[in-house]
């Protein structure tokens, strides 16, 4: 299943780009989305391993993220048992100053249960775009 979005920030490119490049940004996200994250390494790229509850159970993931393309392009890499997710974000200047981040979800469900809960998101329309675009919103925006 594809998920796309865009969301513009007032703030220019460099500051959206360093605020996703901060691992402690990546926990605060992951902690408002009700999932608990612990890092688990940073070389080559920054790792995490995650945990949420959904259907009444623990599930378990590894998350990652790095620069592929240097101040243009991050690509975050979730894996399960369920489901795996591979997220491309690209940054662009706004004439204003701001900066758009477009991103572009691939998600593939391992386990039926997984595929029901996907084809479910595909009959709320927009409901998988608006929670990558929260997502986007909360990794870019200014600290608080």
């Known amino acids: 299943m594809r998920i796309e979005t865009t969301r513009d920030f007032q703030r220019p490119r460099a500051r959206v780009l360093a605020a996703f490049r901060d691992p402690q ?19 080559p790229v920054p790792r995490w391993d995650c945990a949420v509850d959904w259907r009444n159970e623990p599930r378990q993931f590894t998350a990652q993220l790095e620069e592929v393309r240097p101040n243009e392009t991050m690509r975050m890499t979730v894996a399960s048992t369920l489901a795996s997710a591979g997220i491309g974000l690209d940054f662009y200047d706004l004439p204003d100053g701001g900066c758009r981040v477009m991103a572009r979800a691939d998600v593939t469900a391992h386990t039926m249960m997984a595929k029901l809960a996907l084809q479910s998101l595909r009959l709320v329309r927009g409901k998988a775009e608006g929670q990558l675009n929260r997502m986007i919103h909360a990794f870019g925006r200014p600290k608080v």
């Open 25 to 43: 940004r990546f926990d605060e996200v992951m902690q408002k989305f009700g999932i608990s994250s612990t890092p688990a390494g940073s070389d």
